[in-house]
């Protein structure tokens, strides 16, 4: 959110002031949901009382997976999984919590490790595009700026530039977009697992693992929203010049 910091030229388009609204509502909306829906079933145990860090440990091994180490990490709703490092990194809420959303969100990065180990091939495709993804997601802002600020002094350069601009966005949405299946993904291996080995072991638990899961997806799902709508009226201005 780099536009709140000075005064963002593109925030006078009246279509693009709108899309970026609509999409800061849309994310701290789903932000809340998750922090919230987190919070609640952390207060709610599980009856085979096991830790995240434990139930991350039995996810990996009924996954197949070998050699990946369980880390404790610092930070609110931080957990990933890092495939170069092959380590599972749990927020000190999740790696000792004993409660449905602890042994949930440990059982989703368990289930991230699963595919890297299964070469489950959307994992591989979002790794080898987060380098593309970041520097494009920096670039495409000042690229297209300067497009809009040559445009009537430059018009080949001017009108290119927004083109190249509204492309690197473009290549961010679309790494959005990658990452949704691979989130899905991961949730659904994790709640097979969890619930085949009985350390979710009645229908209440299982119903609290869905909706911690299903909120921290909608996440996802609101970035990527966020983001098309956005790359929406990029283009309308590009192509209005
Ligand atoms: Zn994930």
Redesign the pocket.
């Known amino acids: 959110m780099l536009s709140f910091f000075f005064f963002d030229p593109l925030l006078m388009n009246p279509v693009y002031l709108v899309a970026t609204l609509l999409g800061i509502i849309v994310t701290t909306w789903a932000q809340h949901r998750v922090t919230s829906t987190f919070k609640k079933f952390a207060e709610v145990g599980v009856q085979s009382g096991m830790t995240g860090a434990e139930a991350a440990a039995a996810v990996c091994r009924s996954g197949g997976v070998e050699g990946v180490t369980i880390e404790r990490s610092s930070g609110f709703l931080s957990d990933?999984?890092d495939p170069r490092a092959r380590a599972l990194r749990l927020s000190p809420d999740v790696y000792d919590g004993r409660s449905i959303s602890a042994i949930a969100v440990a059982a989703?990065?368990a289930?991230?490790s699963i595919q890297d180990a299964v070469d489950y091939a959307p994992l591989g495709w979002r790794s080898t595009f987060v380098p593309v993804a970041q520097v494009g997601g920096r670039a495409w802002y000042f690229v297209f700026i300067i497009g809009m600020f040559l445009n009537s002094s430059e018009a080949i350069l001017g009108p290119l530039l927004m083109q190249v601009g509204v492309a690197l966005f473009a290549g961010l949405v679309f790494f959005q977009l990658l990452t949704l299946p691979?989130?899905i993904d991961?949730?659904r291996r994790a709640k097979a697992v969890l619930v085949s080995t009985g350390i979710v072991s009645n229908q209440q638990e299982e119903e609290g693992v869905s909706k911690v899961l299903d909120a921290?997806a909608m996440t996802y799902v609101a970035a990527a929203a966020a983001s098309i709508m956005q790359l929406i009226a990029l283009l309308m201005r590009s192509r209005r010049e």
């Open positions: 990933h999984y989703h990065e289930g991230h691979v989130e991961a949730s921290a």
